[in-house]
Nanobody, 115 residues
């Protein structure tokens, strides 16, 4: 099992920035993909961004150019720098870890963007 602990959510005004962090522990593997998903009220959970262990990144179209994902393989951490935040970015953000034998989720952290 892999445990994920997230931090960094909160309330911010439109146009502001937030940084989310997630630390993985437990039965981690060197080859994995870590990412961030979000779920707004009444909507399905959706991918925001992901990064593989060899730093290949994927971004959802609505966040391209505003959000940036990075990771530290030595520390098993992933971060999401969110800039130019919009009210439509308001959601619970979940950290995700996928390896050959594990698919784990964090508990979620609330991000609220006021207009």
């Amino acid at each position: 099992q892999v445990q994920l602990v997230e931090s960094g959510g909160g309330l911010v005004q439109a146009g502001g920035s937030l940084r989310l962090s997630c630390a993985a522990s437990g039965s981690t593997r060197s080859i994995n993909t870590m990412g961030w998903y979000r779920q707004a009220p009444g909507k399905q959970r959706e991918l925001v961004a992901s990064i593989t262990s060899n730093d290949r990144t994927t971004y959802a179209d609505p966040v391209k150019g505003r959000f940036f994902i990075s990771r530290d393989n030595a520390k098993n951490t992933v971060s999401l720098q969110m800039n130019s935040l919009k009210p439509e970015d308001t959601a619970v953000y979940y950290c995700n870890y996928v390896s050959s034998w594990s698919n784990s989720w964090g508990q979620g952290t609330q991000v609220t963007v006021s207009s």
